[in-house]
């Protein structure tokens, strides 16, 4: 029996280097970077111009992805910039040359 490989992505974005930062997870980055990138969602994201894709992980299961999701959202603001800083030190947008 084939099984289905699922994705998940927990992600960071920002409006600039050391600027606000959100935390969130979906099962699909792109589209979801296209929304948050076109204002398409209300709320924190879209209040605060969040658009630039700074960092992201990938997980199998979702559990996985809550969870670490949750973790971070408890985490000192430097230790999500020193995780920042660790993978993309410049805060290069990640998602800058995708289809948005």
Do not use: C
């Not at 979801?32 to 969602?41: D, T, V």
Request: net charge positive; glycine share 4%.
């Amino acid at each position: 029996m084939y099984k289905t490989i699922h994705q998940y992505y927990l992600y960071i974005l920002t409006n600039k280097k050391n600027g606000t930062l959100y935390i969130g997870i979906t099962n699909d980055l792109e589209r979801r970077i296209f929304e948050h990138k076109n204002k398409l969602i209300e709320g924190f994201t879209k209040r605060y111009d969040l658009t630039q894709l700074v960092y992201f992980e990938s997980y199998q299961y979702i559990n996985d992805a809550i969870k670490r999701e949750k973790n971070m959202k408890k985490w000192k603001r430097q230790w999500k910039i020193n995780l920042i800083e660790e993978e993309n030190s410049g805060w290069k947008d990640l998602a800058k040359d995708w289809n948005n």
